[in-house]
């Protein structure tokens, strides 16, 4: 339908011009032409899922004969369809989202926000259940329960389970920092509450594992597209970077925290002095260019001063030395008190972000 909708407006568009500048408009080709010469060219530029329901409509031969006849009047298609394509997948995302996604986001903001990063935090994200979870998550809401609590309440249980459970399959007590953990060291990692385990090289498992969820990612994808007019191929290289994830994990702690996270990214448009260097190093220099844009405050004008990082206090502070950290706001245990069975952390009050 946005597809459609687009197209139409194109169409009369052209009518239009043709109108005023030559007092008449032409008509449209023949259906058979159009669907002939232009069904290519969509399932070429369009996305696979877009072009597919476009081409399975009844009005699949009048959308070719608009098509065709903006090509004869000069339009480049080759320009045109993949914004149409674009214009379509956010439709549809925004569409999946009402129809659930949004619920689920929330749940998935609740335990990043509750739950400390670690095997309980991602096993939950990843479980089958999930779905489900979430939906038992928003009735207990509904009923006036404090999920949140109940969430912080069960941790250590499960934290239990799980390590008697490694422990009967002889894995290693304590999991060992991975590479990716200790190279995130600095700027890009305080402040963030991460896994010992990180795995950058695995997107999907490493924004699970950040908590962030599929909505959000795609979200911030799309603000990073945004704030780069005209520099398309750069911002699919940033998206496309191993440190993603780390970028959107701090997005998302900065939307719990209430930031606008767009009024910060509009710096990379302002401020272009990450294209300064060989081609080879543009993906890291995008990535610190976005990490310095999302620490420094709106108000501060590009080059007027650049967050500086003491790298010792960065590695002390970092939640990338122990990311297996106490649960937040967990108060001592009491003498004798086994670990898990230690008090859980203060419930976090509030919905969402």
């Known amino acids: 339908m946005a597809a459609r909708l687009v197209m139409a407006i194109a169409d009369a568009a052209r009518r239009h011009q043709q109108r005023r500048q030559e007092g008449k408009e032409d008509g449209l080709p023949t259906a058979e032409e159009a669907v002939n010469e232009i069904g290519k060219d969509v399932e070429r530029l369009l996305p696979s899922d877009v072009s597919v329901a476009l081409m399975g409509e009844a009005d699949w031969p009048q959308l070719a004969q608009q098509l065709l006849a ?10 045109v369809l993949p914004r149409v394509g674009e214009i379509a997948v956010n439709v549809r995302d925004q569409v999946a989202a009402k129809a659930g996604g949004a619920a689920t986001d929330q749940w998935v903001r609740a335990v990043r926000e509750t739950l400390p990063a670690g095997p309980v935090r991602e096993a939950i994200l990843t479980s089958p259940a999930w779905p489900e979870m979430a939906a038992t ?48 060291y ?11 385990d990180l795995d950058l090289s695995d997107r999907e498992r490493a924004l699970t594992q950040l908590a962030v969820s599929p909505q959000e990612n795609q979200r911030y994808t799309r603000w990073v597209r945004e704030a780069m007019p005209g520099f398309e191929r750069e911002a699919d290289l940033l998206v496309a970077s191993r440190q993603w994830p780390l970028l959107a994990c701090r997005m998302a702690q900065m939307e719990t925290d209430g930031e606008h996270v767009r009024e910060h990214l509009v710096r990379l448009a302002k401020d272009t002095s990450w294209q300064a260097g060989p081609d080879a190093q543009l993906g890291t220099r995008l990535v610190q260019a976005v990490s310095d844009a999302l620490r420094r405050p709106t108000g501060e004008a590009p080059g007027e001063s650049r967050v500086t990082v003491n790298t010792a206090a960065a590695r002390a502070t970092s939640p990338s030395v122990d990311p297996t950290k106490a649960v937040k706001g967990a108060v001592p245990a009491e003498a004798g008190t086994a670990p898990h069975r230690q008090a859980g952390p203060a419930p976090r009050n509030g919905r969402t972000r």
């Open 137 to 184: 998550m928003a009735r207990l809401e509904e009923r006036g329960v404090n999920v949140r609590e109940v969430l912080a309440a069960a941790h250590n249980e499960v934290l239990a389970v799980d390590q008697a459970v490694a422990k009967g399959l002889g894995a290693a007590a304590e999991p060992v920092m991975s590479r990716d953990a200790q190279l995130s």
């Open 186 to 196: 600095g700027p890009l990692t305080t402040g963030l509450d991460l896994p010992r």
């Open 70 to 79: 903006l090509r004869k009047a000069g339009v480049d298609l080759d320009q």
